[in-house]
């Protein structure tokens, strides 16, 4: 069993796009008939697959139970308009993809209190986030 690490953090490199803005309204045949359903945005689909192989690849702990606190410090590639809370949420929800296993669910009795923050990149650094876990409790 690797040691446990209470404060482990993990970094997510890219662009975090948001999972909601730009959703998409699709269709799909259910029963004989076209049912609407939203989807997510295409940026969050094309980044979602990297995000999910990175994060199983730098993840040695065990599922996480219980946070007192999840930190997300964004290292952005461009000054554009950025939602922080909206790309917390879809990083949230690849860390509980079957095979990523780092959290058990994203409810606040699971997270605890969670907070964005985040800065420019500098000339050559990589821009992603890093993410920081007070643990309470593993799984």
Request: with cysteine.
């Amino acid at each position: 069993m690797p040691k446990l690490d209470y404060n482990p953090t993990i970094f997510i490199s890219g662009r975090h796009p948001s999972k909601k803005n730009s959703q998409r309204i699709l269709r799909k045949k259910i029963k004989g008939r076209y049912v609407p359903f939203i989807a997510s945005s295409l940026a969050f689909e094309k980044w979602e697959p990297l995000a999910v192989l990175e994060a199983k690849l730098k993840w040695n702990l065990p599922r996480i139970k219980k946070c007192k606190s999840i930190s997300y410090f964004f290292i952005y590639a461009d000054n554009r308009v950025k939602d922080g809370g909206n790309s917390a949420e879809g990083i949230q929800d690849i860390f509980q993809k079957e095979g990523v296993d780092i959290l058990v669910g994203d409810n606040w009795q699971i997270t605890g209190k969670t907070s964005q923050d985040g800065r420019l990149a500098k000339k050559g650094e990589e821009c992603g986030c890093f993410i920081t876990f007070e643990v309470e409790e593993y799984e």
